[in-house]
């Protein structure tokens, strides 16, 4: 069975652009989560979706960032403009039941905003 | 929120040496997962323990959930063991998982 995937593995852009990350769950999960690790901070949740709807945003950042999850299938999070503090390590986990299940992480996007 | 407390810090070992990583948290909780974020970033789960004791192979964790604290032994250790062991819980009212600072492992031969 395939793991949570992460496309692209890194990302180098600069200030002002527009970056789109991808995440893949593991198939059949409907819960598919957001966080970030930023440099020298913990890892910090951005968001959560079940199947396509919005559960819980409460850690996007602000509005520079959009996920999207339609289909229920693969999620998209957009950052536009980029800034020089979104420069981090973004993860996306997914899980088949909502609470009290295991979250199984990819291996994460770097993303560099220069 | 919930906090996350990892202790210590940071850990170095000789190869073939016991640890012990605590955690310790501040509320009751739904999950607990203990990962290892190999040298490549990656976050590789280890445990799901919201509370008992699990072994696989040379690491085990128990979490008193009772008392706040789970714990994860690492015994006979070896380099591949090195890096960044994180304690993440999540709270019984939201689904987020709260991450602690984690405690960097540096195991040498």
């Known amino acids: 069975e395939a793991g949570v995937t992460q496309f692209p593995s890194h990302s180098v852009i600069e200030k002002g652009q527009t970056v789109t990350l991808r995440c893949d769950p593991i198939?059949?999960?409907?819960?598919l989560y957001w966080y970030r690790r930023v440099m020298g901070k913990e890892i910090k949740f951005l968001l959560h979706?079940?199947?396509?709807?919005?559960?819980?945003e409460s850690g996007m950042p602000n509005n520079r960032f959009l996920a999207e999850r339609t289909g229920g299938t693969y999620s998209t999070l957009k950052v536009q403009p980029a800034e020089l503090e979104d420069s981090g390590v973004y993860f996306c986990?997914?899980?088949?039941?909502?609470?009290?299940?295991?979250?199984?992480f990819g291996p994460g996007t770097r993303l560099t905003v220069l | 929120g919930i906090q996350v407390e990892q202790s210590p810090p940071d850990l170095i070992l000789q190869e073939g040496a016991n640890s012990t990583l605590r955690c310790n948290f501040s509320?009751?909780?739904?999950?607990l997962q203990w990962f290892h974020q190999n040298p490549w970033g990656q976050l590789i789960n280890l445990f799901y323990?919201?509370?008992g004791t699990k072994q696989n192979g040379r690491l085990s964790a128990t979490t008193v959930a009772t008392e706040r604290y789970s714990l994860l032994y690492i015994s006979s250790s070896q380099t591949t063991d090195s890096g960044v062991y994180f304690c993440?819980?999540?709270?019984?009212?939201?689904?987020?998982?709260?991450f602690g600072k984690g405690t960097t492992l540096s195991v040498s031969s």
């Open positions: 509320d009751s909780v739904n999950n």
């Open positions: 986990a997914s899980s088949l039941k909502i609470s009290t299940d295991t979250q199984y």
């Open positions: 198939s059949g999960h409907d819960n």
């Open positions: 979706f079940v199947k396509e709807s919005k559960q819980d």
């Open positions: 323990i919201p509370s």
């Open positions: 993440a819980v999540e709270g019984q009212a939201g689904t987020a998982l709260i």
